[in-house]
């Protein structure tokens, strides 16, 4: 079996290479948790480009393409969402509404669909 995840390298101000403490992965069909500038609740988003990073939340409308000043990744809620889908659990999910918080999506791979952000609830 092949491992996918790698570490998350980005260039700083500086000009120096960070590497993130989290390990999640993007390339073009992805899962990531973000935060949208300007939505309060979770959202989940799809990778549509990996460089630059272009994610969709919704498959038209404003939220269909989103660059790097549009979202903020949570990086550990993205470990863990990704580790449920290649595990076929629901950790991430369960974790975040066991705390009464909630999430989004209007992705049609998650069930939604449209220009809509809808409430993705745990199985």
Known sequence: ???LY???LYINKKGGVKMSEHLYTTHEG???VVMLVGVIPLCIAEVVESYPLKLKVCEIGP???LTRSDFIIQPKDTKLLQDDYF???DIFLSSVYGVG???LSGLRSLGAGGQKLW???PI
Do not use: H, S
């Open 1 to 3: 079996m092949v491992n």
């Open 6 to 8: 790698f570490v998350d």
């Open 30 to 32: 992805d899962f990531l």
């Open 63 to 65: 939220f269909a393409n």
């Open 87 to 89: 595990k076929g659990t």
């Open 101 to 103: 918080g909630k999430v």
């Open 119 to 121: 409430e993705i609830l």
